[in-house]
């Protein structure tokens, strides 16, 4: 009898069908909210890519230059925009610290009297540097390039004292290395940061709105109705995931076609149906996350509180802001469950790197069980709930 | 302004809150976890970089290269790759970030007194990280070279070699490293996660509390009743403001006391300019919620304004300095880096009010004109 068998799953699918579409329609009802996401897929990811990164971009430099001679101006000029601005020069000794205090100056250097006269004596002499670190990562810069320029100029000198010139330096048996960054050459960070933005949306909206439709559902009473119609839990839970899905990959199709490509020139290098494929798993799989959040509150309160607690571990601990290489240990072993790290594995490996499926593919099993597991469990606990 | 009226309705805040148990405990418990999962686990340090080395040559000079970078604690040594073909595809996967390639003469060039070539292959997909990884792999190759050269003059000189080395040295800097001594980033993120918190659960506490009541209805009720607007305003945030102000001391204490963040400053300070941080969040959530008519669109927005803010305009990560303009202008409107700037001032500076008068000036401006915004947005009347 394949009639009935037929005829019931054509009313499922269908039923399936009206389900999403009253979710979508709700969402689609809320003006501020759709104002939102217009804003968050286009703005927020122009804005974002805006961001400066941990890049050393005009640090403020004080010298105080107790030796005033032509080695010693020398070396002061090579500290250069768009690294360090100079921002003064002089004052006691004890100003300096007061200037850090104040943030008047990032970098404090001390030129001591009689540099010059050490250099052309071939004395050791040391130059003091005074660097303000309340900023680790980039105060550590600050201190690198600071080094770099004091040993390429330190080298000059000493190179010119055992007269070899720049061009001999050619003919010697040296070390010359060609670096070259592949899939972004010129570390444009606007590549990076406006898609790690809209992961970031993505990931935010998914969990929050799938989240908040169920929890509302469930502080109206409306969800009371839904379990006395013909509906079995699975038609009910699917269709808010659904419909957040459509929602994101909606928007990122709007981040890539009207911000990533026109705005910020990406070469966007790979397969662009495969990447939006692999969003709308992901967003299977965050949704999914907002429903557990949900299945296990009570009311909206306790739903946003509780998706707080997951959304920003995954994503601070996505990729994006802490290195993966950096994290310790049992961070590393938290972070295979966290979906976003895969997806933004994949995402940047398609997008940035040109990677197929055939590279990506073990980010995308991994979203994907992840997102059957956790879905499973909403199932699981949606009907447990109210028994 | 009544005082008996706020205190009704502050009454009856305070008793749906306590109905809501789990709501309440979750405001507390939230951002003591938060501190010590995010404390715990963020770091900006650039470490372990998965390296693979492609040695064309072969030769003893070749390995002995090979070692300054398979020996760095900065690269996590993958392996010896044949060629770079096979690169290619593990660079595409993020499973390689760096690849050494030594060219086939560098043995024969460095001996014969040519320069050697070495090309460096690197993921470009993370800029911030790439730099870093350029800047370790110049200081390994400017070491090397320094060392051939002093071989090169100690021959030609006939002298020893830790003197040829020497004199290519004529100066150093001294470095100091300030507020921040091992220039770890365990003492800045800390503290500075105090800010990141309080910027977006305050926020979302706050922001389903009036929207609730427009959507239930119960705000028909405020309506009707002699209560003014600024009474229930007030009545509304004080509950949020105390609970983010335990927040605001528990927090600190586990700064201080679990990650071990140097205290230098006036703790009067902290938590004054911390108040009126906290004031400043928790009338964004109101402003939300004065604003919009569904709980879900309240929490949307209350979260993304609050907490992206907090993560890119905030000095948690990178300085105003090095932002552009626009960037410059919504770091500077928003409260987050000013309290960032209060508390780097009393956590690692110790610096007082004769510094950071401007940045609790701004805070006390911000907390009054949020105020007021919502003020101005609340009507006791429906909109027709």
Same mark, same amino acid.
Do not use: C, H
């Given at each position: 009898?394949? %009639? $009935?068998?037929?005829? @019931?799953?054509?009313?499922?699918? %269908? #039923?399936? #069908?009206?389900?999403?579409?009253?979710?979508? *329609? #709700?969402?689609?009802? +809320?003006? $501020?909210?759709?104002?939102?996401?217009?804003?968050?897929?286009?703005?927020?990811?122009?804005? &974002?890519?805006?961001?400066?990164?941990?890049?050393?971009?005009n640090a403020l430099l004080h010298v105080r230059d107790a030796d005033n001679s032509a080695a010693s101006r020398e070396l002061a000029s090579r500290f250069r925009p768009p690294y360090y601005v100079f921002h003064g020069a002089g004052g006691r000794p004890d100003a300096a610290t007061r200037l850090l205090d104040r943030g008047d100056a990032m970098v404090v250097m001390d030129i001591p009297e009689g540099f010059e006269r050490a250099l052309a004596q071939g004395r050791p002499t040391a130059v003091q540097v005074q660097v303000d670190t309340t900023n680790s990562a980039v105060g550590l810069l600050a201190a690198t390039y600071a080094q770099q320029i004091a040993a390429d100029y330190a080298t000059e000198i000493a190179l010119a004292r055992a007269g070899i010139t720049a061009g001999e330096l050619q003919?010697?048996?040296v070390i010359r290395e060609e670096q070259r960054a592949w899939f972004n050459p010129n570390q444009d960070n606007r590549w990076f940061f406006s898609v790690g933005d809209m992961v970031m949306m993505v990931t935010l909206l998914t969990i929050l709105l799938s989240t908040?439709?169920?929890?509302?559902?469930?502080?109206?009473?409306?969800?009371? #109705?839904?379990?006395?119609? $013909?509906?079995?839990?699975?038609?009910?839970?699917?269709?808010?995931?659904?419909?957040?899905t459509l929602v994101v990959v909606a928007g990122t199709m709007v981040s890539v076609f009207a911000v990533l490509g026109p705005v910020f020139s990406m070469p966007l290098q790979g397969s662009l149906p495969l990447f939006f494929t692999i969003t709308a798993i992901y967003g299977f799989t965050s949704s999914g996350l907002g429903l557990f959040a949900a299945t296990v509150t009570r009311n909206l309160s306790q739903a946003g509180l509780l998706a707080i607690f997951l959304f920003v571990p995954i994503i601070l601990f996505s990729g994006i802001h802490t290195p993966d290489e950096g994290m310790p240990g049992w961070l590393h072993t938290i972070v295979l469950f966290n979906p976003m790290a895969h997806y933004i594995d994949a995402t940047y490996s398609i997008l940035l790197r040109g990677a197929g499926l055939d590279l990506v593919w073990d980010s995308v099993l991994a979203m994907a069980l992840l997102g059957a597991a956790v879905f499973g469990f909403g199932v699981w606990r949606f009907r447990r709930q109210f028994e | 302004m009544n005082a008996r009226r706020i205190l009704t309705v502050m009454h009856k805040e305070w008793r749906e809150m306590v109905r809501d148990p789990l709501s309440l405990v979750m405001g507390?418990?939230?951002?003591?976890?938060?501190?010590?999962?995010?404390?715990?686990?963020?770091?900006?340090?650039?470490? /372990?970089?998965?390296?693979?080395?492609? +040695?064309?040559?072969?030769?003893?000079?070749?390995?002995d290269y090979a070692y300054r970078f398979i020996g760095s604690r900065y690269f996590d040594f993958k392996g010896y790759l044949a060629d770079e073909r096979k690169a290619a595809p593990l660079l595409m996967d993020g499973k390689l970030r760096a690849v050494i390639v030594i060219a086939e003469r560098f043995e024969r060039d460095l001996l014969?007194?040519?320069?050697?070539?070495?090309?460096?292959?690197? +993921?470009?997909?993370?800029?911030? @990280?790439? %730099?870093?990884?350029?800047?370790?792999?110049?200081?390994?190759?400017?070491?090397?070279?320094?060392?051939?050269?002093?071989?090169? *003059?100690? @021959?030609?000189?006939?002298?020893?070699?830790?003197?040829? /080395?020497?004199?290519?040295?004529?100066?150093?800097?001294?470095? %100091?490293?300030?507020? /921040?001594? &091992?220039?770890?980033? +365990?003492?800045?993120?800390?503290?500075k996660l105090i800010m990141f918190i309080l910027f977006f659960v305050p926020a979302f506490m706050t922001s389903l509390r009036v929207v609730r009541e427009k959507e239930t209805g119960t705000i028909f009720n405020i309506y009707t009743s002699p209560l003014t607007r600024v009474e229930f305003l007030l009545a509304k945030l004080a509950p949020y403001v105390a609970i983010a102000l335990v927040n605001l001391v528990v927090l600190w204490l586990l700064a201080v006391l679990v990650f071990r963040a140097p205290f230098k400053g006036s703790f009067t300070l902290f938590f004054a300019a911390g108040a009126l941080y906290v004031i400043a969040t928790t009338c964004i959530g109101m402003l939300v919620s004065v604003f919009v008519r569904t709980q879900i669109a309240a929490m949307l927005i209350s979260l993304v304004i609050t907490f992206v803010p907090a993560l890119q305009y905030s000095e948690l990560e990178e300085p105003?300095?090095?932002?552009? $303009?626009? &960037?410059?202008?919504?770091?500077? *409107?928003?409260?987050?880096m000013h309290y960032v700037r209060v508390i780097m001032g009393t956590f690692l500076k110790n610096v007082g009010l004769e510094v950071l008068w401007p940045e609790a000036l701004t805070l006390a401006v911000q907390a009054g004109g949020l105020f007021f915004a919502c003020y101005l947005l609340f009507h006791k009347r429906v909109k027709a």
């Open positions: 009898m394949i %009639r $009935p068998a037929a005829s @019931r799953a054509l009313r499922w699918w %269908r #039923q399936l #069908q009206v389900m999403t579409v009253k979710e979508l *329609l #709700q969402v689609a009802r +809320d003006t $501020p909210l759709m104002l939102f996401f217009v804003f968050a897929f286009t703005v927020q990811i122009v804005m &974002g890519g805006g961001r400066p990164g941990f890049e050393l971009r003919s010697l048996p908040a439709a169920l929890a509302r559902e469930k502080e109206r009473g409306t969800v009371e #109705q839904l379990l006395v119609s $013909p509906l079995s839990p699975l038609q009910i839970l699917l269709p808010k995931v659904l419909a957040m | 507390f418990v939230l951002p003591f976890a938060l501190m010590l999962l995010i404390g715990f686990g963020m770091t900006f340090d650039v470490e /372990n970089i998965p390296l693979a080395i492609v +040695d064309r040559d072969g030769s003893a000079a070749s390995r014969a007194g040519r320069p050697a070539a070495v090309q460096v292959l690197l +993921d470009g997909a993370f800029p911030d @990280r790439v %730099r870093i990884t350029k800047g370790y792999i110049s200081a390994i190759n400017a070491a090397a070279t320094r060392e051939l050269i002093a071989g090169y *003059l100690s @021959r030609r000189d006939g002298i020893p070699a830790a003197q040829a /080395n020497e004199l290519l040295q004529p100066f150093g800097l001294e470095m %100091r490293y300030l507020y /921040n001594q &091992g220039v770890k980033s +365990d003492w800045s993120i800390p503290p105003v300095t090095s932002m552009d $303009p626009e &960037g410059q202008l919504i770091t500077y *409107l928003l409260p987050g």
